[in-house]
């Protein structure tokens, strides 16, 4: 079966490389040398940010273990990492629109080297604090980098589609190669040079403060709302108040929510659904194909990105179907195929018919993240995208939680289908996204003109 890992891996390969070389100009954005040093330095910075992440990953949960933990302590710790994120992380990323974009960014790359430190210690209580603190770290890079790039990139008056290569070349280098790369070395360091699992959450630590070095010294500051009267509260009432009253921003945090909840929860189900047998799986192999997968769909996005047709709202839809249907494949394969008895060995059947799906999946992923990106540049108001940025992430985190706390109380393929409704789900307001889309500007306008003309004047 090893040369299974190996056809897939080499026939991605092969899929990346011609998608990548049989570009032709319709699939080619020109743009201009400014935007394209602009664009550039805001990709090695992303990459740097995405590689202190991606380093860590593979090594918090081995780390833990080696620190003499059980599934329940990990459990908590885990825990802590996205209630962190969901109650500490939307406060200070929502500040983001207050103090300031290039300032939150900062303050990401100094979260999370302290979170890195603290993985020195093998005392429970210190470790709880780096989780709280790389919670805080997730919220900021999940917000306030797209912040940035998006006013920074409209404050230089570069064209609006320009924005969907930044964001499909960030997915491609940041969430593929990037990622690819960083668990190469990783395993580099921790099993050729036997420096332990510790040590890449320092090399992490060193990328996270050579990217600041660059932010310090080459981007300039941007705010949402920088009115002096508006406190923390009332930034939080204001971003309610647009989610309530624009259902376009209301559906976008619902689609995002559903399909991110699945996506969290597939990285915690895929190795069990794999091998649940204890069979012996290349963990890091299999990881890089699916980013390999992930890069294809990155790639398949900028193309899609580059054409005027067709629109961002409307192929969403069947990226979401696809993707319900990959996530349906170990339900169908556990009654298709008859389950293996054996213990150990190698991954089964019905595990290659599975890695086939998942990696369908992860391309849907790498075709999500630039497609969202690019609507959440297009429906958030900028004075508070940061805050409501932020507030998309709540339902996640308490998602996420819930799953990790139960994770062992249902069947996996109970949780399959539960992430494969959500992503149909989310076909459904996606496609509700595209009707409210299509309606005409005037048609919006009048209504709203109506709605202020019906309402009593509070002096």
């Known amino acids: 079966m090893e040369a299974f890992y190996y056809l897939v891996f080499g026939a991605l390969s092969a899929v990346v490389l011609g998608v990548e070389l049989s570009k032709t100009t319709k699939d080619r954005i020109n743009t201009s040398p400014a935007f394209n040093s602009f664009k550039n330095n805001y990709l090695f910075v992303y990459s740097l940010m995405m590689a202190g992440d991606w380093l860590q990953g593979p090594y918090v949960y081995f780390l833990y273990t080696t620190y003499g933990f059980g599934k329940g302590e990990i459990g908590q710790l885990f825990i802590a990492g996205f209630g962190s994120s969901m109650l500490f992380g939307t406060i200070v990323g929502s500040l983001a629109d207050k103090q300031g974009r290039r300032r939150a960014c900062v303050t990401y790359c100094i979260t999370y080297i302290l979170s890195c430190i603290t993985k020195h210690s093998p005392q429970y209580r210190v470790l709880m604090i780096g989780r709280i603190l790389g919670g805080i770290a997730t919220s900021l890079l999940f917000s306030s980098f797209e912040s940035w790039l998006v006013a920074e990139h409209n404050k230089r008056g570069f064209e609006q589609q320009w924005l969907s290569l ?30 332990g699992p510790v040590a890449p959450f320092d090399a992490a630590a060193c990328f996270l403060a050579i990217g600041m070095a660059v932010i310090l010294s080459s981007w300039t500051e941007n705010y949402g709302d920088p009115s002096e009267n508006k406190d923390l509260l009332s930034q939080f009432r204001g971003a309610a108040m647009a989610i309530a009253s624009d259902e376009k921003i209301a559906l976008l945090g619902a689609i995002q929510s559903l399909f991110e909840g699945s996506m969290y929860t597939f990285v915690f189900l895929w190795t069990p659904a ?37 629109r961002v709202e409307s192929y969403m839809q069947i990226v979401f179907i696809v993707s319900s249907a990959s996530l349906m494949l170990p339900i169908v394969t556990s009654f298709l195929v ?122």
């Not at 194909?289 to 580059?306: H, K, V, Y």
């Not at 595990?351 to 990696?359: M, V």
């Not at 005037?442 to 509070?458: F, H």
Request: with cysteine.
């Open 166 to 195: 930044t964001f499909s070349k960030a997915i491609f280098l940041g969430n593929g190669l990037v990622a690819i790369l960083a668990g190469l070395f990783g395993n580099f360091l921790v099993d050729t040079f036997q420096l």
């Open 274 to 310: 794999l091998s649940p047998n204890d069979e012996e799986i290349p963990h890091g192999f299999i990881f890089a194909t699916f980013m390999l997968a992930s890069m294809l769909g990155s790639s398949i996005a900028s193309r899609l990105m580059a054409r005027s047709s067709p």
């Open 338 to 459: 008859a389950p293996s008895k054996v213990k150990g060995g190698g991954i089964s059947f019905s595990g290659c018919i599975q890695i086939l799906g998942f990696c369908v999946f992860e391309a849907c992923v790498g075709i999500f993240w630039p497609s969202i990106m690019k609507m959440r540049s297009q429906y958030i108001p900028e004075e508070a995208r940061s805050t409501i940025m932020n507030f998309f992430r709540i339902p996640l985190n308490i998602f996420v939680c819930i799953v990790l706390y139960n994770v062992n109380a249902f069947p996996i393929t109970i949780m399959f289908g539960m992430c494969s409704i959500f992503l149909f789900m989310a076909s459904i307001l996606q496609r509700r996204l595209l009707v409210i889309a299509e309606k005409p500007k005037t048609e919006d306008w009048e209504k709203n003109e109506r709605d202020s003309e019906a309402e009593p004047l509070n002096l």
